[in-house]
């Protein structure tokens, strides 16, 4: 169901220095500063249970660790698993990087996942189902956050061209659609009604049959816990972090390009491309270097976050498009 939504807390970008800080002060120009900061504090259900506990209840889990595919190889020490799994951005849980215990709550288990739009039938399928049809693996990626930090995770899933085998998109589909679930009970960032819930991200088919597209449903040799977007979120190395869809619940095959969560939110400064690159800057902050997240390291940034020789010729003929924003 489409929300209607105030327009008018466009901010000058002078005021902000980055997302969070964005969202923020968008939050308190509303007037509602107080009421989410205390909302998004403290633990879901789940967050007095261990990590151990909550990955023995993953039915997935004698399904890890996967072989890891050497092709993709990154240069940089793997960023440790403590630090990955609990600095990150995941907005329903609140708008700051300390949400690994409100994610907690989330229940990931019945997952249902729908395919539909231009596809041959569209069908739903739960993740257990869809993980038994899914050729697992392990791929060290980079990620290389907006916001200007980086790190580099083992993810283990699956190359999103397997899924779109299944799904059997007609030829009429040039994007994907992808969005989180809407669990406004558990989720307690999706009851701010000024952000445009459900989160959604979109990719050309093109660019979602690449095989560096990568779905993720593992990390660090386990099932991918909640706060890195259990049971199955996007991994796409060689553009922002945003793009990286967590929870996913819906593939919607298109003709036409969706409207992203973060380029509703500001436009001018997230858009649908986003690849990485270090010589066009964010409106608000130069992208040259980035924060080597669990180091005190910053490092410079690389035109598509290193992964250039596989994805240039992407975008050949595109001059004209944003592609780096
Ligand atoms: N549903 C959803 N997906 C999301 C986000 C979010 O807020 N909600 N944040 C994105 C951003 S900005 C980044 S950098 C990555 C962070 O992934 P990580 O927490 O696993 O490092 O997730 C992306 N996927
Ligand atoms: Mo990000």
Known sequence: MRIIRKKGWELPERLVTDETVF?????FMQGAGAVAGAGLVGGGLGAGLSDMA???????????PVPRNPEYKVSRPITPEETATTYNNFYEFGSHKRISSAAQALPIRPWEIAIQGEVEKPFKIGIDELLKKMPLEERVYRLRCVE????????SGFPMKALLDLAKPLGKAKYVKMQTFMNADVARGQRQHWYPWPY???LTIKEAAHDLTFMVTGMYGKPVPRQNGAPLRLAVPWK???KSVKSIVLFEFTDQRPTTFWEEIAPSEYGFWANVNPDVPHPRWSQETEE???????????????YGDYVADLYKGMEGERLFM
Do not use: C, H
């Open 240 to 242: 922002y972090g945003f």
């Open 54 to 64: 909550m990955a023995a209840q993953d039915p997935s889990a004698g399904l890890y």
């Open 292 to 306: 080597v997240i669990g180091t005190d390291k910053r490092i410079p940034t690389q035109i598509y976050n290193g």
């Open 200 to 202: 959604t991200e979109g």
């Open 148 to 155: 200007a930090w980086s790190m580099v995770i083992p993810w």
């Open 23 to 27: 969202l923020n002060r968008r939050r």
